[in-house]
Nanobody
Framework: VQLQASGGGLVQAGGSLKLSCQAS????????MHWYRQAPGKQREWVAT???????YYAVSARARFTISRDIAKNTVYLQMNSLTSEDTAVYYC?????WGPGTLVTVSS
């Protein structure tokens, strides 16, 4: 299984970013997919999940600001992040919880 997150970068507070996670074929449609993040000096934390049936779940910190979605045909999972704050600065990872890809760094400047 390969998971490759991309789309991170530097954004001002209040701005938006959309992360993508390109997965190996059949992974996205057959697994719950998750986004996690790890801020400097902190433990990795769960951000959002999209299950096989399409239902989505969010950490309190992400609710109402972030949207997880997927394109099964493209084997890709997305994380749309709006109203970003400095607290969102972290390396973001996509995962099946059994497999992890390299993360993408999001830096929010205040």
């Amino acid at each position: 299984v390969q998971l490759q997150a991309s789309g991170g970068g530097l954004v001002q507070a209040g701005g938006s970013l959309k992360l993508s996670c390109q997965a190996s074929p059949t992974i996205v449609g057959n697994n719950a997919m998750h986004w996690y993040r790890q801020a400097p000096g902190k433990q990795r934390e769960w951000v959002a999940t999209i299950v096989r049936g399409g239902d989505t779940y969010y950490a309190v910190s992400a609710r109402a600001r972030f949207t997880i979605s997927r394109d099964i045909a493209k084997n890709t999972v997305y994380l749309q992040m709006n109203s970003l704050t400095s607290e969102d600065t972290a390396v973001y990872y996509c995962s099946t919880r059994n497999e992890w890809g390299p993360g993408t760094l999001v830096t929010v400047s205040s």
